[in-house]
Structures are given as C-alpha cells and as structure tokens.
C-alpha cells in the first residue's frame, strides 16, 4: 500500500505541471477577447483613434480625473478634431455590448474634454433606460430627447446649461415606454441632423 502511495505521489508531481501548463495553453489559443488597440482594430476594421484607461470617475472640475486619463483624453479629442475635418462628420456614439462598462462616465468625460478645447459641444443623453448625464452634470430631467423625438419640445427647449463652457446637455427626458423604437424613428434621425448643424461635436 505503501509503495502504491509513493507512485501516485511521484506521478502526480510530474504529471500536475503538464496539465497546468496545457490548460494554460488551452485558455491562452481559445480566448477571444479584445486585449490591446491592435485586437481591436483587427476585429472592427477601423483605427483606433486613442486607448483610455479604465476610470470610475468623470472628469468634471469638482471631480478631477489622473494625469494619465486626462493625457488619454486629450489625445482622443485631438483626434477627434483631426478625423472630423477629413471625414466631415462630426457625431460621437458611445456605446458597449453590455450595462456598466462606463458609457455615460465617458461621454461625459469626452464632451468635457472636446469643450475645454473650445469646440461647441453638445452632449446627448441616449441612454433611455438608465439615464444619469443630469446627475452628473446637476441639471433638470423633465424636458430632454424623448420631448423632443415625440414632438412635444423643441431643440432649444430641451438644451441644458452646464457648468462647462461650450458645452450643452439634452437630457434624456421622461422614460418611454418602447426606447428601441423611438431610437430608431424617423424623429430621431430628423434630430440627428438638425443637432449636428448646430455644433462642432455631437456626444451620444
């Protein structure tokens, strides 16, 4: 009994490594996640314009972000500046495919950013569901986006005063009851391009 013992002890300890060392193999070949700005460019098919490390924290006066997220930004607003003037558009989404991956802290940031640099800014909250740009920037949320797409606002109704020189705030609005669908109306686009007309950066 012993000895039977002994072997499997021997055998564990030689054969423990290899197995460690394969499934770490095996996790490193079939893991399919985005890691670096070139695994991204790869998988989209386009450039990326900037890397922004993670930050809970908007970069707002009374909340003031690190040096290296406030470079990062600066970077990306530069960038910004330089593809609107080649490719003429001037419409920043911001979107992730799943809830709580920092949208709204970096639209915020971004608006921020792109404003401080003298752009006129407007900073649209379309976030139907979870809205919290009024919080952040302290602003009222009665009249916002949905007002407007359903023909109850105008533009200049909905348009908020921040704190921020240059830049403008158009609120979510009242909850609707269909968000997807009035994302995707007629309206929305309507108001699209009557908002772009009026700014040198519009954040989404």
């Known amino acids: 009994v012993d000895q039977k013992k002994m072997m499997k002890l021997i055998l564990a300890l030689v054969l423990s490594p290899l197995l460690g060392v394969g499934v770490a193999f095996l996790l490193h070949y079939t893991d399919n996640t985005v890691k670096t700005a070139a695994d991204a460019e790869k998988l ?4 990326v314009l900037a890397e922004v490390p993670t930050a809970r924290a908007h970069c707002l006066p009374r909340q003031k ?14 960038s ?5 003037q080649n490719q003429q558009v001037n419409s ?6 799943e809830p709580d991956a920092g949208r709204s802290v970096t639209a915020a940031s971004l608006a921020t950013s792109l404003a401080r640099e003298g752009a006129r800014v407007i900073l649209v909250d379309a976030d139907l569901r979870q ?15 949905t007002n407007v797409i359903s023909g109850g606002a ?3 109704d909905a348009l908020a ?3 921020v020189e240059g830049l403008l705030l158009v609120p979510s609005g009242p909850a609707p009851q269909n968000s997807v669908k009035l994302l995707r109306s007629d309206e929305m686009r ?3 391009e009557q908002v772009k007309d009026v700014a040198d950066f519009v954040v989404y």
Request: charged residues 10%.
């Open 65 to 78: 972000c690190s040096a290296i997220v406030d470079v990062a930004y600066q970077m990306l607003t530069s």
């Open 44 to 47: 989209i098919g386009l450039p």
């Open 154 to 156: 105008s533009l200049e």
């Open 80 to 84: 910004l500046w330089v593809a609107s």
């Open 131 to 145: 809205p919290t740009q009024h919080l952040i920037f302290g602003v009222d949320n009665k009249v916002g986006l």
């Open 161 to 163: 005063v921040t704190r």
């Open 190 to 192: 309507e108001f699209a």
């Open 92 to 97: 920043v989404a911001l979107v992730s495919a």
